[in-house]
């Protein structure tokens, strides 16, 4: 039950405008790319689109009317993001660009500040590429060691091992929530817990769980925390960082300029309070509203509603899947997952694969999806990937069922 009663989800999709065409005459667009970017609903969209028609202007900074329009949809943005995860307070919020700076903005100002030279950092092999390579450019820069949980042959972290690496006495511990290859759900509040215990600072890579479970900050006691609002029904172009205010406070600004100071001399300035300290320069105004309007979208579905559908999604596709010979999956087969499923079809390259699902409308995206190193040790260059969110249904299962028949049409 959401706070509007029982949710009717074979409505949602009329609230998607790009849902309603066809991508050539007569096929209906069959979206299961969902873990790259999500679709809009028509509320998100008439948001910034009412933003620029009637209150554009810039924030923080005029007295006039629209500025003040503009700044406070701008701030009511972060309130209702601070609330749809649980922060204490809306300034614990840095808008960033997306999933992917707000892991920089960590690995530039917090990490920088904090480690040195011999200190160690934990990650896990089944890491998208921007919980990776913002580590591995300050590992080379500082000589830091980086440690990596093992991911076992049915996709689960190996949590013996990951016991084994915080007795290291590691000073940061990242991994993501919720994989975007293989749809493990990580133990996050335990993983948390213990690398707490080991005394280390504990990042969170959350692209792929806010958008599809609630998500708490404060219950988890996590430090930081990334996600992007493209990913849940919001524009691109905007995501946010979490992190705890005393964590917050302390770390040096990321990015220099207009906005994040509140005192400039010739030779040195004042930082501006947060949320200010890390918002340098003109932010991006229109998505922020359009991330507020996402959020809201979603709070009246009820997060535990999304979780339920997309349950329900996901199980129904992977036992449909588990029929056809030729599909191979990876990843949790019967345990509770996110809602992707990447498969390989044998003989075919996925990327074929994806093309001949294209042309019947079905969009799954092909390649590594940003994890190759997850990839590389499963011995797969690539894979082809299905993701579900709140507006699919299990008749768009049934569709990618039936396009995959094709493929064994034309190369069985
Ligand atoms: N972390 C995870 C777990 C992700 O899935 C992604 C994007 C990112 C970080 C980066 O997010 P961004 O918004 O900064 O780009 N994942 C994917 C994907 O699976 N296919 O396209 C993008």
Redesign the pocket.
Known sequence: MSQFGEVDFSKIPQDFPILQRETRPGVRLVYL?S???SQKPEAVISAMDAYYRNSNANIHRGVHTLAEEATSLYEESRKKVAAFIGAAYPYEVIFT???????NLVAYSWARKNLKQGDIIVLTEM?????LVPWQILAEERDIRLEFVPVTPEGFLDLEVYRQVLALQPRLVSF??????LGTINPVKEMIQAAHEAGAVVML????SVPHMPVNVQELDVDFM?F?A??MLGP?GI?ALYGKQSLLEAMPPFLGGGDMIKKVYLRTFVPNDLPHKFEAGTPAIAEAIGFGAAVDYLSAIGMENVAKHEQEIVSYAINTLLEIPEVHLIGPLNAQKGAVTSFTYSGVHPHDVAQILDHEGIAV?AGH???MPLHQKYNLPATS?A?FYIYNTLEDVNLLVKGLEKVKRYFG
Do not use: F, L, P, W
């Open positions: 790319d873990a790259a970017t660009r997306n999933t992917t700076e707000a892991i890491e998208h590429h921007s919980n993501m929530h919720v994989s975007n290859v890579d959350a692209a792929q990334a992007s493209h990913k691109t995501g995206r999806h940003c994890a990937r993701s």
